[in-house]
């Protein structure tokens, strides 16, 4: 019985192991319920957990080195509050969470969050380095009201963030990478980003204001007054029980 225990756990920690993504210039390890593809420039990784792939997303982009291509530079620019539109085309500017540098196997990078800089109810984290010939840039983007739900698969792929790209342009083997022109962020993230992320996503558990379940249905006042209605129709029901 035990032995039979034991394989089965032993089944279960192999099968639900993480594998291990690379393109031509990074690898990490990706939980199993995620998948990649590239799309022109970038790679992107969705879940299929939840099978809302609207959720989170996870994308991958590099371009040659320019002269904007700086950890300095990287971390000034996300130290500032993007000037952005809504799906209702008004402009709001996105939130800085925190901003800093780390290392990571090895590797310099800066790491930052915002809310809003890509879509107005995500949040995304960037990781953007340099190396030798390349600008590196890796974004975790998930809706604010299922972040802590995906923020573990974003740590994990984090933490194992490795830079395999060459020293020599002509050795990443044809692989898909932006001119030297503007910096990493530069590139159209919002061009993959799935169809739909725009829109007001209240019937994925969360409103514009960040309230969800009844309360993002109904208001304060709205609950307020579903509570008394219950709180009624209970001492009714108490007091007919009591006769």
């Known amino acids: 019985m035990r032995s039979l225990i034991f394989s089965s756990l032993l089944f279960f920690a192999i099968t639900t192991q993480a594998k291990v993504f690379s393109n031509s210039y990074v690898s990490f390890e990706l939980p199993p319920n995620w998948t990649c593809k590239q799309e022109g420039y970038e790679h992107v990784c969705i879940n299929k957990f939840s099978k ?84 590196i840039l890796v974004t975790f983007s998930a809706h604010k009201d299922h972040y802590s739900k995906y923020s573990n698969d974003f740590m994990k792929a984090i933490q194992t963030l490795k830079v395999i790209a060459p020293k020599g342009l002509g050795s990443l083997g044809g692989a898909s990478i932006r001119s ?26 969360g409103s514009l204001d960040g309230e969800s379940g009844l309360m993002g249905a109904l208001g304060s006042r709205g609950l307020i007054g579903l509570l008394l209605l219950l709180i009624t129709g209970l001492g009714v029901f108490i007091y007919v029980r009591s006769r």
């Open 52 to 135: 809302k792939e609207k959720e989170a997303i996870i994308i991958l982009t590099a371009k040659k080195k320019g002269p904007q291509d700086s950890l300095a530079n990287y971390e000034s620019h996300l130290k500032t509050p993007r000037g952005m539109k809504n799906y209702k085309n008004i402009p709001y500017s996105s939130k800085v969470k925190i901003v800093k540098k780390r290392k990571i196997n090895g590797v310099d990078w800066v790491d930052g969050v915002h809310l809003g800089s890509e879509v107005e109810t995500y949040y995304t984290r960037y990781a953007a380095t340099v190396k030798d010939s390349l600008g």
């Open 180 to 205: 030297s022109k503007g910096d990493v962020f530069a590139g159209g993230l919002s061009d993959v980003l799935p169809e739909g992320m725009y829109g007001d996503l209240d019937g994925q558990g």
